[in-house]
């Protein structure tokens, strides 16, 4: 379980004064990035330690209120499943006390081939332990 | 049935020399765009002529391999599916042969109250056609 | 003089690794946004209070080292130059004790003319004391 | 000289509804690179036959008119300035008849050093001709 906050600037809306809706996954992207480097973990690390990336296979989000300029967004990120070689975060948005949107990221576990391909691989339990 | 194509540009991509994903729902988002105004449409003629917008209630995607830098992004789009007061349009994204990405937005129809507000309202028939 | 902070998130950076310039303009206009909002203004404020908006005349940037993934990135703000009906906000930014870049945006005082259109006029001596 | 268009997109433009000015300058590296590509080049192929990357080090643009959504931006570009060590791109943007913007990005030359880092180096006669 994992929480963080962003500001919606004013770049971040469209003509009607409200986000324009594919920055909301930079927001989901960047809260699974932030929760990672709690973790003293990130992208890099996790090439580094695991010689692993985790590509995006499945992606999807649900919107019931706008989120505007100036509003806080608040998220509370945490893993809805974990499957053998991928794992899904749910995410839930939400600005004061009113749940704007939510959303998942589904993402795979994959090691880098020494071809510099990828490989899907089974999820570390380190890594699972450290998304607990 | 539409189709529009971009071209993947370096500061689309991340350090992993890919897209970096919440770009392919800024190219969505360009695809219906770009399909209403073959029709004549836009949001600003949907607001004139219908009194309406057409929010996003649903949106997803999934990834099946890597668009990168310097790439000829094909979007094809179709409604998937007509409901009384939703529709949702679905897209296929490709690289030459190769299909990298597909998915799906689903928006309401909601007319402009008098008050400026939203309410939900059935999609118009004229509507429909010209999306056929 | 203001001063605040962003993260440079793994969507900012292109595939050398280091931020993709144009997210530095993003955060001068978040950061000039950001002022306003502690004196009470906004760019809706702005309209509300003074009839007016600012909207951007002139902008550059100098870069002098990189700005990465994971790096706080410190902006520091401040008026370099009044006119009568224009001001230019000069800016640094900073990772640790690094500057990584300089940078200017120059805005006019423009007010809303009945029309809704815009028309230059003098900066109102209020808001210059509170961007003091 | 090189000349290229883009469409303005919904996502472009902020809630004055015209075009947040950081996405200018996404569309001046895109012009640079779009140039590149019709001379065979890009920034992978500098990297490969020159061993040369070119870091941005100081830009600039000056709005004089807005571009709207849906609007077509033109935008030419020509080399300004050759320097021993860098070069200046000029860029004149508009929307029909009408010039809404100009720019500059002074870029430098720089070779990849053994140990991975950049050396500032004279920019290559061959290179200088390709942009011609």
Redesign the interface.
Known sequence: MFETAF?I???D?????IV????Y??WL??TY??WL?TRRL???ELKRRFNS?T?????????TGPGR??DELVIRAEVGEWQERRFRIDYKLSVGNIQVASGFEQRAWATVTEAGGLRGASVPTEFRELLK
Chains 1, 2, 3, 4 share one sequence.
């Open positions: 500001t600037e004013w770049g809306c469209d003509e009607a004064g324009f809706y594919p920055n996954f930079y992207d960047c990035q932030r480097r990130s992208q890099r990336v590509p995006l296979v499945n992606v999807g989000a649900q919107f300029y100036d």
